[in-house]
């Protein structure tokens, strides 16, 4: 099957489905050490998200974070 017969295929396939694939191919090229990170990276968030959700974690707009990162880098 050529890549030209692939791509026409999946270009006929729904949008979620195409999304589903790109996760697919972008996970077979990742290194197991990405796949890693990537896991604890999901693990923390969620960790992150519930500890917000219940009140024992606050957060700042994005504006006042990079507007503090960018007073740091002038210092």
Known sequence: MSVATIRA???SLPAG???????VLWDSLASPE???REAAWAV????RIEAFEAGKLTARD???VFSDLR???RE
């Open 34 to 36: 990405a796949a890693s």
């Open 71 to 73: 007073k740091g880098l």
């Open 17 to 23: 489905d195409r999304v589903k694939l790109i996760d």
């Open 44 to 47: 923390e968030s969620e960790r």
């Open 9 to 11: 295929e999946l270009l």
């Open 62 to 64: 994005a504006g006042g």
